[in-house]
């Protein structure tokens, strides 16, 4: 099992990991920026942007299930990836079996949140991509 650290670049309109990937690792953002985005169908939704000290890949880093969403990079971006081996080198028992807890926690809610929707009321929210920005993406994501 790989346990380390190490510091990535990615370009500009590289897709780093897509919903349903087996990747287990952790992500930092040094510099740049990336979208986190969910698919349906041909409608790609921004769900958050990512810039500095921000991190992804959290749950699947804790409970080693499949990514729950796609990151694309919408501009140059170094990241410091923290290898799954980690976790268990470096976290004692006790916390990894609350943090197991609380990304299913998490996943279920994600799991209603994709079926149901949510209301959102005077909140602001994440712009949506434009239709050309969605098939930029989607031609991103689908190869």
């Known amino acids: ?9 990615i370009k500009k309109d590289q897709v780093l990991c897509r919903a349903g990937d087996e ?4 992500y930092l953002v040094v510099a740049g920026q990336l979208m986190v985005c969910s698919r349906s169908g041909k409608m790609v939704t921004p769900i958050a942007y990512l810039s500095d000290n921000k991190y992804f890949g ?3 880093f804790i409970d080693k299930l499949p990514r729950s969403a796609d990151v694309i990079a919408i501009e140059d971006t170094e990241l410091i990836k ?3 081996g980690l976790k268990q080198k470096s976290l004692p028992t006790w916390l990894l079996i609350m943090a197991k807890g609380m990304t299913g926690k998490v ?4 799991d209603v949140i994709r079926d149901k929707g949510i209301k959102r009321k005077n909140l602001d929210s994440i712009e949506p991509l434009t239709i050309d920005e969605q098939r930029h993406y989607y031609q991103l994501l689908d190869n």
Do not use: C, H, P
């Open 1 to 9: 099992m790989d346990n380390k650290t190490t510091k990535i670049t």
């Open 23 to 26: 990747s287990y690792d952790l």
């Open 58 to 60: 959290e749950m699947s």
């Open 82 to 84: 923290i290898t799954s």
């Open 107 to 110: 996943r279920l809610l994600d």
